[in-house]
């Protein structure tokens, strides 16, 4: 449930009532706008006395919360997240780009394309050091070394850095060297790394399951958030359906329903949904235009030889054609393309 204070209620009001909260053994979560203050409460309602907190001071109304997720709810945190990455900030007023390979191969290929991303517009600089492939005989990522080199591309760049993590092992690996840790599809029910995440404290994209629905997802984000780490943006990336016309079926109508169900940002995975490098612009472009804070797009030096997932990769060409077309498109979702 949530309990709405009236507007202009002093914090002593606020206090009082989560003390009678907390005294029962519940949690209360704070939501303090400009003018009213929401405090969520978790665990048992049964414990609590509804009629004695409807009339305490400065309580406007109780409102009973029926879905599952309760700290990713936009009941409980009516005003949209913010989450910082480095120096970049994710969230309603800016789009960001996050750029890169599927798998960092080489230090002299991850420098190349970290600078090539930079000068085209890129926030952030993706690249995978650890990666969990469908073959066990496919590249499996350059691990700790991979890590190293994605530290050096931000030095040199002054990029904020971003790396999918697989393990407990990882993650603390990750906390070296990188700003943001992915918790890639395949893991988006691992409950236990999820929980891992939310210790680390560290910002953490959380990809949409192959086959998972939206409440599915969403649950996957309260793990990380309930271990006391807000910082968690989402990633829309495609499901599996029948179609086989591409590697999978992007969810737009995903992004909507998000920002309508929860506070947290979300971005656009076209390079993973479609598999096809050819198909990748339009569908940024598209994630766009429907409201997505940002977009995830693979870029490679020599696609043709990529380790991992060279014909979803854009060159350099390409990538600076899509971020020159997407100009219109960030005007009328009026946002900001920081740098």
């Not at 939501?31 to 405090?39: D, F, N, P």
């Not at 990188?178 to 953490?204: T, Y």
């Amino acid at each position: 449930m949530i309990i709405v204070m009236k507007p202009g209620a002093p914090q002593s009001a606020v206090q009082s009532v989560a003390s009678v909260i907390r005294d029962k053994g519940l949690e209360t979560h704070l939501s303090q706008g400009e003018q009213v203050t929401i405090i969520g409460v978790v665990g048992d309602k049964t414990r609590l006395n509804s009629q004695q907190l409807q009339v305490m001071p400065y309580v406007d109304r109780i409102v009973p919360i029926t879905e599952s997720y309760k700290l990713t709810n936009r009941k409980f945190h009516p005003q949209p997240t913010r989450v910082k990455v480095g120096s970049h900030e994710i969230g309603p007023d800016t789009l960001t780009i996050m750029a890169g390979p599927c798998a960092v191969e080489t230090e002299e290929q991850l420098m190349s394309i970290a600078r090539a991303v930079k000068k085209a517009g890129a926030q952030i600089v993706r690249g995978g050091a650890y990666k969990p492939r469908t073959s066990p005989y496919s590249f499996q990522g350059l691990e700790e070394e991979g890590l190293r080199y994605m530290a050096e591309a931000k030095k040199e760049t002054g990029l904020a850095t971003i790396c999918e993590v697989i393990s407990e092992e990882a993650i603390e690996a990750a906390a070296k060297y990188v700003d943001m840790i992915q918790i890639g599809a395949r893991n988006m029910q691992n409950f236990q790394l999820l929980r891992e995440a939310g210790r680390s404290k560290m910002p953490v994209l959380l990809k949409r399951g192959l086959a998972a629905t939206i409440d599915e997802w969403l649950n996957a984000a309260e793990y990380i958030i309930a271990e006391g780490n807000p910082n968690v943006v989402l990633c829309e990336r495609g499901i599996r359906t029948y179609e086989t016309a591409t590697r999978n079926t992007l969810d737009l109508s995903a992004v909507p329903v998000i920002r309508e169900k929860s506070h947290l940002p979300i971005i656009v995975d076209p390079s993973h949904a479609t598999g096809v490098a050819a198909y990748v612009p339009a569908l940024a472009k598209a994630g766009v235009a429907c409201g997505a804070d940002g977009l995830m797009i693979e870029v490679h030096n020599d696609p043709a030889h990529a380790l991992s997932d060279g014909p979803q990769s854009l060159t350099f060409d390409q990538f600076g054609g899509l971020m020159s077309d997407l100009a219109p498109y960030i005007k009328l979702s009026e946002r900001k393309l920081t740098l």
